[in-house]
């Protein structure tokens, strides 16, 4: 988490807020709010919010190729407060905003949150490739990774002001870390709600390849910690990925814990590996799903004229939050998001397909794995598009989930270990 010397650095940056937000931003010095966020980044690419001029924009934005850097190193480094950013969500004094985030049970969507943050994240990222030479950014930065988000506060007040605050932590070649922070003025003080970190690519103007960013140059050695740490997520990232149940077989510990399940279905009055019975306050893997589809319309498109990443977490988050719901018996609350991956875009007309599985259960805890996928009816194939994890928390302990079949048994030691993991962070 970063220190409280980055969480007020907002004076400090006030210059570069001003000169990546509307000139309206800054009325009467009050911080952007988050439709002053989308407008500013529609006119960093050249978006329009009209679908038929967007669309020739986005045609338009092949010629800016020329403008991309052949190396990182033609880029001047940027510091850290270079993109520091404090965007306000108005949602005490603004009835009407007040509306779009209400749930009947008067708390905030929390999907609604995380299509802020991912607009949040992107402009962050654009705010450190900032070029004043430029009227427009050659640059295609799109969300690659949610690594973490992590609750501090289960409760968001539909009825108090709240305040994002952001920047960049950490750059690859293409690659950059965004980190966010969210807080709800409560009692005469803002309090911490959660942390969130991003992974952003940054593309050519068509998003078809890798495009140089800027280096990151920490200032003091207080910087250079948070440098090395986002050194740390991104090897941490790739021993995750390597250590796959989709890739490499479980660990002796997993394979003890898979049979050891499988010996505790098995029918103690027959001798047959086929003869399965469901344990005591127990649930079948197969029978803890929900499923959902999406017609992706224009509307939910992003400034790249694919649909929203953050449209895309919101759904998400619905789904697995009512699987959770349905499978607790009560309203779950959320304690982390982990390890969301965009593996490949969705197209403004396709036919989104959500499924969510309640994959490992512990105490009162309930991991929730959504998997996202699009549909071609014309060619009937099926292509992966995200995953999301998601862990929740009920008011009551929730039955055990058993797998059946060694696909969900590998789903059952996948969601143990990011719940793993999001006890230890």
């Known amino acids: 988490m970063l220190s409280p010397r980055f969480l007020s650095l907002s004076r400090a940056a006030s210059l570069t807020c001003r000169s990546l937000c509307s000139a309206a931003a800054s009325r009467q010095g009050q911080a952007p709010d988050m439709a002053e966020v989308r407008n500013r980044l529609r006119e960093i690419v050249g978006a329009s919010t009209n679908w038929s001029n967007h669309q020739q924009a986005m045609a338009e934005r092949v010629s800016l190729a020329s403008m991309l850097a052949r190396s990182q190193s033609e880029l001047p480094a940027k510091r850290m407060k270079d993109s ?7 949602l005490g004094s603004e009835p009407e905003l007040r509306e779009k985030y209400l749930t009947n049970h008067n708390t905030v969507r929390f999907g609604r949150i995380l299509e802020d943050l991912d607009s949040l994240a992107v402009l962050i990222s654009y705010s450190h490739t900032y070029n004043p030479a430029l009227k427009r950014s050659p640059l295609s930065i799109v969300t690659a990774l949610v690594d973490k988000i992590d609750m501090r506060q289960h409760v968001i007040y539909p009825d108090c002001d709240i305040k994002f605050t952001g920047q960049v932590t950490w750059v690859g070649r293409s690659s950059i870390e965004a980190k966010m922070h969210m807080s709800q003025y409560r009692d005469g003080a803002y309090a911490p709600v959660l942390d969130a970190t991003f992974v952003m690519v940054a593309r050519d103007p068509g998003n078809k390849r890798a495009a140089f960013v800027n280096p990151l140059a920490p200032e003091g050695p207080e910087e250079e910690k948070v440098l090395q740490e986002g050194e740390a997520n991104k090897s941490r990232r790739v021993e995750l990925s390597t250590a796959s149940l989709l890739k490499v077989a479980p660990t002796n510990e997993e394979r003890k814990i898979i049979h050891d399940l499988f010996l505790n279905t098995l029918d103690a009055n027959t001798v047959s590996f086929r003869s399965r019975i469901l344990p005591p306050n127990s649930v079948w893997m197969e029978d803890a799903k929900l499923k959902g589809l999406e017609i992706c319309h224009p509307q939910q498109r992003n400034i790249f004229n694919r649909i929203f990443g953050g449209f895309l977490m919101r759904k998400a988050y619905e789904l697995g939050w009512a699987n959770a719901c349905s499978f607790g018996g009560c309203r779950p609350s959320l ?37 996202s996928e699009v549909f071609d009816p014309l060619t009937q194939q099926h292509s992966t598009t995200n995953i999301f994890h998601y862990t929740f928390a009920s008011d009551r302990n929730v039955p055990s989930v058993v797998p059946r079949t060694y696909g969900e048994s590998m789903l059952y030691l996948d969601g143990k270990r990011h719940f793993n993991q999001t006890l230890e962070s």
């Open 335 to 371: 304690v982390a998001v982990d390890d969301i991956l965009f593996q490949k875009p969705v197209e403004i007309g396709s036919l989104l397909m959500l499924s969510s599985q309640v994959c490992y259960t512990q105490g009162k805890y309930i991991q929730v794995r959504v998997h």
């Open 84 to 90: 520091f950013l404090e965007v306000h969500l108005p």
